[in-house]
């Protein structure tokens, strides 16, 4: 499949300070990819080099199609991108600074820019530097959004939103792509991640630990299940079931660890009639944040 991003051996270092160590990243076209990974990470250095605004030390950025180092600009004008400090001119309302950015891109529908501030009730009328922080932000959100780019490069995009501007993102977000845009998604907040995106990379101390679709990390939760039989349990059967970790028996419940997909261990038990499943599910966050921690502490958290 074509990539939106595809950056190779990508390195940069800060005088002594290595933010991140050979990049190789694809992030497929339309997906709604969530970059994760604790402060210092690397993330905002990825996303800078992404969009042309630093220069990394070696290694290579392609976006769209476009190699970074020799076309910034169209990169710039082709992604909607919003830093993780979004800041803009504060003498200006909203609207004279996205009517400003609509001239410089070109193509803007400027009833679009008028959708999204209604959305995110913005008032476009007030000069950037009296609102809030949150308000502030939204501005951010409708530059990013307001020229139907095929990427959109976000840098924690729902820092200082309300819980109901945060949900109004999400939707949005879902939209662009459902239309075809790739989205990337640098955030810490991990339900928001597990909601929207589709695959996540994790990175740690600028290398990258993991890229996974969500669905794939599910499948790495390790789960308690009491599974309760009309009748004797059938031990050998659960025991059996390369899913099943770890069986107790009491009475004729089954107290079961199950690491990995439930279908193998629902369809072996079915024929000896079940009464009761109950399940204890943990949060995929445990397993994002089993990548944060540092090697020598132990990688995957235990329901
Ligand atoms: N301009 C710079 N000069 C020197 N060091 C820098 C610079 N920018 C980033 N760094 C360093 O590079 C490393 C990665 O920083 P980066 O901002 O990319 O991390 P991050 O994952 O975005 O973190 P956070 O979640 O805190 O925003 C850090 O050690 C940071 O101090």
């Known amino acids: 499949m074509e990539a939106a991003v595809r950056t190779s051996g990508l390195r940069k270092a800060f005088r002594a300070t290595v933010a991140l160590q050979g990049l190789d990243l694809v992030v497929p076209t339309g997906a709604v990819f969530g970059y994760l990974g604790p402060n210092g990470a690397g993330k905002t250095t990825t996303i800078r080099l992404m969009t042309g605004l630093l220069r990394p030390t070696s290694g290579t950025a392609e976006v769209l199609g476009l190699d970074v180092a020799t076309h ?79 990427l959109l490069v976000l ?52 290398v990258l630990v993991r890229t996974a679709t969500i669905p794939e990390l599910r499948a790495q939760v390790v789960r ?18 390369a899913q099943v970790a770890e069986v107790r028996v ?3 419940t089954a107290h079961l660890v199950l690491a990995g997909s439930a279908e193998a261990l629902l369809r072996a038990v079915a024929p000896y009639g079940v009464e009761n499943i109950e399940t204890h599910e943990a949060d995929l966050t445990e397993v994002f944040l089993g990548y944060y921690r540092h090697e020598e502490e132990e990688p995957w958290p235990v329901a």
């Open 72 to 150: 910034p600009d169209e990169v710039q004008r082709r992604v909607g991108y919003l830093p993780g400090r979004f800041v803009a001119y504060p003498d200006l309302t909203g609207a004279e600074y996205l009517r400003y950015l609509a001239a410089l891109r070109g193509g803007v529908d400027w009833s679009w820019v008028e959708q999204l501030a209604e959305r995110f009730d913005l008032d476009l009328g007030r000069r950037i530097g009296t609102l809030s922080h949150g308000n502030r932000q939204k501005v951010g959100l409708v530059q990013a959004f307001m020229h139907r780019p095929d």
């Open 250 to 252: 009491r009475d004729r």
């Open 224 to 241: 308690r299940w009491d599974v309760t039989f009309t009748d004797e349990v059938p031990v050998e059967v659960l025991r059996a079931c």
């Open 155 to 206: 840098d924690e995009p729902t820092t200082g939103l309300d819980p109901i501007m945060q949900a109004e993102f999400l939707t949005l977000v879902g939209e662009v792509s459902r239309a075809g845009a790739t989205v990337f998604l640098s955030s810490h907040i991990l339900s928001e991640v597990e909601a929207v995106a589709d695959t996540v990379a994790i990175l740690r101390a600028g």
